[in-house]
Nanobody, 115 residues
Framework: QVQLVESGGGLVQPGGSLRLSCAAS????????MGWYRQTPGKQRALVATITSGGSTNYADSVKGRFTITRDNSKKTVYLQMNSLKPEDTAVYYC?????????WGKGTLVTVSS
């Protein structure tokens, strides 16, 4: 059974930082592309960042230079370091595992950026 469990969300002030983690089980983690997506009420889930099995990364324009995605294959965990957070970063953040179009999703973790 595949499980992706996100953690690290919470309330942070504008300009602050958070690090999200996603621990995977039930998959051969090292061969999966991993990603973070986010969703706000009434909007579609949107890509934030992805990292391939080889370590290549891709970011949404809105987070470039502020967010960093990394992975630790030995821990089967993917991270999202979020710096210089803005109120518009407020969303539920979801972890995604993808291999050849087969997608798995976590249940999400809420990030709220507010003073």
């Amino acid at each position: 059974q595949v499980q992706l469990v996100e953690s690290g969300g919470g309330l942070v002030q504008p300009g602050g930082s958070l690090r999200l983690s996603c621990a995977a089980s039930g998959i051969i983690f090292s061969i999966y592309a991993m990603g973070w997506y986010r969703q706000t009420p009434g909007k579609q889930r949107a890509l934030v960042a992805t990292i391939t099995s080889g370590g290549s990364t891709n970011y949404a324009d809105s987070v470039k230079g502020r967010f960093t995605i990394t992975r630790d294959n030995s821990k089967k965990t993917v991270y999202l370091q979020m710096n210089s957070l803005k109120p518009e970063d407020t969303a539920v953040y979801y972890c995604n595992a993808n291999q050849h179009g087969m997608h798995f999703w976590g249940k999400g973790t809420l990030v709220t950026v507010s003073s």
